[in-house]
């Protein structure tokens, strides 16, 4: 390995259920690969569908103990799993880093970003609380209760390995159910090594369990965990594409779903905005995880007063971006997940550029081969062009110009997704209005960065349902129960 483990016993390549490692039934196993060198790192237990089915009679046996514990009880449990996560920080980080590419510094932000659900839905198991409603019939007394919903299935991508697990499972096992679940092929074991923590943790055999497959036994997985009547959620993070597959499958059983799918975030860049804050916040927004995050800017829009200052001070920025391997701590962009990946942001970077798009960064693929692409920064930009209409998935900046705020508002909104949006301006009315205006699940005003706990992650229209984190995040586990006294 390209790195070293302070705890070499976080390197786990089996899967995980009803608190056991296992592998595949049939000695199956898949190959993990380093995004840096194509190297393959690991080999992971491939696991069957009738595998799974014993992952969900696991965490089904598991729910009835874990629900009937206080939620102080599992609190303290998952406290004691934060706390496991923060002191093995740095090999989370490593472990990522070898599977996924980011830049160390990027992973080491991602665990603690990762870890700080932990912690907030830890607090949050003790705050489960229920109401009296004032009944319009005087006999009757009027309550409602919140329970877990029951088991949980959880499938979640590869471009934030650790903190798209702990979103989802964190919540799920505060609010008393248990789940399943299975990570990104890419990248198992940032997922695994949570696992072990869990354990250390004291998180009950069959609460927590976690099923690794290649991309074909995923999809077989993901068709029994959807048929499966005992799973009564599912929560998916990916693209929109999969998560219409899921929707569909989950049809039978009328299962309650939480979906994070794609985006196509638009930037706007007002007349009164702090140029060099908007580069600043258009930086961290588009090149963090080298592109690769459902939330990360697709095109932005500059108002033609300062569209040329924009694009001048993006390029300078971009240029100085550091492209290489994940474990220098140099490195401030690293690969692409995979060929197909890269494949893409040429495809969106060649189409441009032959109707009419000008190269002001980058524009290449990376001198280092392989997954590297160069940041680039794209002006003289269109809307027919295909990185206007599908998400690049990568280190792209189209810059586009405008005139008006009504038809910058329309061309933002002219697409099926909603997850994330930003705009710089300092006008307070202008900031209202356009952040009334704009049909997203999120909105960033002056800032580039806008996710923590703390805050409802989710999208509208077809970037998905539900929301996740927040003070919100728990509601997703939970069911309403109306419970009616009569004859007082
Ligand atoms: P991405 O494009 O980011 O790789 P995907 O939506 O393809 O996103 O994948 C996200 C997750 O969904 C991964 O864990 C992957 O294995 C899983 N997945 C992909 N296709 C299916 C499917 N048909 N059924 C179930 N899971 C799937």
Not at 57 to 77: E, H, L, S, Y
Not at 227 to 256: C, D, E, N, W, Y
Not at 283 to 294: D, E, L, V, W
Not at 443 to 464: C, D, H, R, W
Request: contains cysteine; glycine residues 8%; hydrophobic residues 45%.
């Amino acid at each position: 390995l390209p790195m070293h483990l302070n705890d070499p016993t976080l390197f786990k390549t089996s899967s995980y259920i009803n608190g056991l490692w296992v592998d595949a039934d049939d000695g199956a196993t898949f190959g993990v690969d380093n995004p840096s060198s194509g190297e393959i790192i690991a080999q992971v237990s491939n696991l069957t569908d009738a595998q799974a089915h014993s992952a969900i009679d696991a965490a089904n046996k598991a729910f009835k103990p874990w629900r009937a514990r206080t939620g102080k009880d599992r609190a303290a449990i998952l406290r004691r799993w934060f706390d496991l996560i923060l002191a093995n920080a740095e090999d989370l980080a490593q472990l990522m880093t070898l599977e996924q590419g980011k830049p160390v510094t990027e992973a080491r932000g991602e665990i603690i970003y990762g870890a700080s659900f932990v912690e907030w839905f830890a607090e949050q198991a003790k705050r489960v609380s229920g109401d009296i409603m004032a009944s319009p019939n005087s006999a009757n007394r009027m309550l409602v209760m919140r329970e877990p919903i029951g088991v949980c299935a959880a499938i979640t991508p590869w471009n934030f390995p650790n903190a798209m697990i702990t979103r989802k499972v964190a919540p799920a096992l505060a609010a008393g159910c248990t789940i399943v679940l299975k990570p990104a092929e890419q990248t198992p074991l940032s997922a695994l090594a949570l696992a072990e923590l869990a354990q250390r943790a004291g998180i009950p055999a069959g609460v927590l369990n976690i099923i690794t497959a290649d991309s074909d036994r995923s999809i077989a997985i993901g068709k029994v965990l959807c048929a499966s009547p005992i799973v009564k959620k599912l929560t998916f993070t990916g693209s929109t594409a999969v998560g219409r597959i899921l929707m569909q499958q989950s049809a039978p059983t009328i299962k309650k779903l939480s979906l994070e799918l794609g985006g196509h975030a638009p930037f706007i860049v007002f007349d009164d905005a702090d140029l060099d804050a908007a580069v600043e916040g258009a930086m961290i927004s588009k090149y963090r995880n080298a592109g690769q995050t459902c939330v990360c800017t697709n095109r932005f829009y500059v108002h033609e007063t300062v569209y040329d200052a924009f694009v001048e001070k993006l390029a300078a920025k971009v240029d100085k971006l550091h492209v290489g391997d994940g474990f220098s701590e140099l490195s401030t962009q690293g690969p692409l997940i995979d060929d197909a990946a890269v494949n893409k942001v040429r495809e969106h970077v060649q189409d441009a550029i032959s109707r009419g798009a000008k190269v002001a960064a980058g524009g290449n693929p990376h001198a280092l081969g392989g997954r590297y692409f160069q940041p680039t920064v794209l002006s003289d930009i269109t809307e027919d062009m295909l990185c206007m209409r599908e998400e690049t998935f990568g280190p792209l900046a189209p810059v586009i110009k405008f005139s008006d705020e009504g038809h910058v508002i329309r061309l933002a909104n002219d697409t099926e997704y909603g997850l994330a949006s930003y705009f710089y301006s300092r006008d307070v009315g202008r900031i209202f209005r356009v952040a009334e205006a704009l049909e997203y699940g999120m909105v960033g005003v002056n800032t580039g960065l806008i996710s923590n706990e703390v805050a409802p992650f989710g999208g509208v229209k077809q970037s998905g349902l539900g929301r996740e984190g927040s003070v919100y995040g728990m509601d997703d586990f939970m069911e309403l129960k109306y419970v009616c006294l009569g004859g007082m």
